[in-house]
Nanobody, 120 residues
Framework: QVQLVESGGGLVQAGGSLRLSCAAS????????GAWYRQVPGNQRELVAS???????NYADSVKARFTISTDNALNTVYLQMSSLKPEDTAVYYC??????????????WGQGTQVTVSS
């Protein structure tokens, strides 16, 4: 079964750092588009950052210069390095990825979500 497995959330003080990881469940899959979203209860899910297999990145204005999205060399894990965290970054973070197996598109998938809480 194809899954995206997230890890790395937790509780951190303002100004601290966390790194989120999102891995495809099988190494035969590669990520040709990856993104991180976040959602606060009562609000819509918002795009935080995205990356293409060619390395082109895009960031929400609220996280520019603080967050960095990247993939590993095998292109089956997407990372979100979060620095200078603020209380307003508190949310459930979800990864989203378009997966391929070789040259065959497999589908678009969501991770299970991981809680990030930033205390003031």
């Amino acid at each position: 079964q194809v899954q995206l497995v997230e890890s790395g959330g937790g509780l951190v003080q303002a100004g601290g750092s966390l790194r989120l990881s999102c891995a495809a469940s099988l190494s035969i899959f590669s990520i040709h588009y990856g993104a991180w979203y976040r959602q606060v209860p009562g609000n819509q899910r918002e795009l935080v950052a995205s990356i293409t297999s060619g390395g082109t990145t895009n960031y929400a204005d609220s996280v520019k210069a603080r967050f960095t999205i990247s993939t590993d060399n095998a292109l089956n894990t997407v990372y979100l390095q979060m620095s200078s965290l603020k209380p307003e970054d508190t949310a459930v973070y979800y990864c989203n990825a378009a997966l391929s197996s070789g040259s065959t598109y497999v589908g678009n998938y969501w991770g299970q979500g991981t809680q990030v809480t930033v205390s003031s």
